[in-house]
């Protein structure tokens, strides 16, 4: 069962947690959020009793992976993590504006619906640059007493504007096929029209690699969706191609059956990026990331179990909450190294975890149960 101590911390950092042990007599609970105030060196600074060093598993742990316990170093990795979101987008930005505006310019002397839809879904793919670009610069801000969270939700919140973008895409591309459908016209500048839509791909699939990979370096779900939207509108421009060899080849059904396969492609693109979309506005993690979680826990001196590990992206950063087991008869002060110790191993084997709060309980066997007081209030909480 989960006891969050009550904390000091100022408006940066509202829910921290770093007390002796709660009143009713739970066990001592650490936890660090990005920004709080004391800094660590390697050896854990606390004050908390004889282990003045870094124990030997973690100095291995240091050399394999180092980090920063010192709060403005991890803040600025933050900050540096939505700094270059926000950098991906610009340049996404350019480069799908312009690739949108070659093609709209063929678009005006050839009239091919083919190339009018993908030329919708690259500069709509340009667009979603906008609210994904004020989502990480709100997610900058620090927390405060209202958002005691802070303002990475935004990210997720614009990932909805994106999923509506694409959705709007791909029922205009629809409409202007059936319109070509019903009322046939000639696709002229062919050659244009194929050197348009190779244009297309070739500024989509750069832009989508580009997108995804710092996407998946960040842990943004939003710029990683919009990454997969790009590849998608590149695989359809080369249909805008085969349209056009189509055309040339005498099929003038060709432009707007391809325009209506693009329409296909996209609502493939809808049903991804609204799933993964919809798995971060829901807390979904990756099962993996917690057994990674709980190997680490498990290999910590002191730990006898993991009684409960939840854990939650907020924007592109994993939080994580956790009650751990330790022996009944420890200290308060080694009861908290145990907790100290099992949130470095955290902060260690799990990438883009910028906060954590370790809870630690008394090993049952002792006379009375340290949490029957809340019983009646966890009466219907699942463990």
């Not at 244009?199 to 969706?225: C, D, Q, T």
């Not at 954590?356 to 219907?380: E, F, N, Q």
């Amino acid at each position: 069962m989960e006891t969050l101590n009550a904390g000091h911390g100022d408006e940066r950092e509202p829910g921290h947690g770093h007390g002796p042990g709660h009143p009713h007599g739970h066990g001592p609970g650490t936890g660090h959020g990005p920004e709080h105030g004391h800094e660590h060196g390697h050896g854990h600074g606390h004050e908390h009793g004889p282990p003045a060093g870094p124990r030997p598993r973690h100095r291995l742990a240091h050399l394999a992976r180092p980090h920063s316990h010192d709060a403005a170093a991890r803040v600025d990795r933050v900050m540096e993590s939505s700094a270059r979101g926000v950098r991906t987008l610009w340049v996404s930005l350019a480069g799908l504006g312009g690739t949108a505006a070659a093609q709209a310019a063929v678009v005006a002397v050839s009239g091919s619906v083919a190339l009018l839809g993908d030329t919708i879904h690259n500069a709509a793919d340009a667009l979603t640059a906008l609210p994904l670009g004020v989502a990480f610069l709100a997610g900058r801000r620090p927390a405060t007493r209202r958002f005691t969270y802070g303002f990475g939700r935004a990210e997720d919140i614009a990932g909805i504007f994106i999923v509506a973008l694409i959705a709007l895409s791909s029922a205009l591309a629809a409409a202007a096929a059936i319109s070509r459908l019903l009322h046939p016209a000639t696709v002229s500048h062919l050659p244009a029209v194929a050197a348009a839509a190779v244009i297309g791909f070739l500024g989509n699939e750069g832009v989508a690699r580009y997108r995804i990979r710092v996407g998946r370096e960040i842990g943004s779900a939003a710029l990683i969706a919009d990454g997969l939207h790009a590849r998608t509108d590149g695989f359809t421009s080369l249909a805008v191609l085969f349209g056009a060899a189509g055309v040339a080849l005498g099929w003038r059904q060709a432009d707007p059956v391809i325009g209506l396969v693009i329409t296909v492609a996209i609502l493939f693109v809808l049903k991804s990026a609204a799933e993964e979309v919809f798995r971060r506005l829901m807390d979904a993690v990756d099962p993996a990331l917690l057994e990674t979680a709980e190997s680490a826990l498990g290999g910590v001196d002191g730990v006898i179990e993991v009684s409960r590990l939840r854990m939650r992206w907020i924007g592109h950063h994993l939080h994580a909450e956790v009650t751990i087991v330790v022996d009944g008869e420890l200290s308060v002060r080694d009861a908290h190294h145990v907790a100290v110790d099992a949130e470095h191993a955290l902060l260690h084997a799990i990438p883009r975890l910028t906060a954590a709060l370790v809870h630690a309980d008394p090993a049952s066997g002792g006379p009375d149960d340290p949490h029957a007081l809340l019983a009646h209030h966890r009466r219907d909480e699942s463990t």
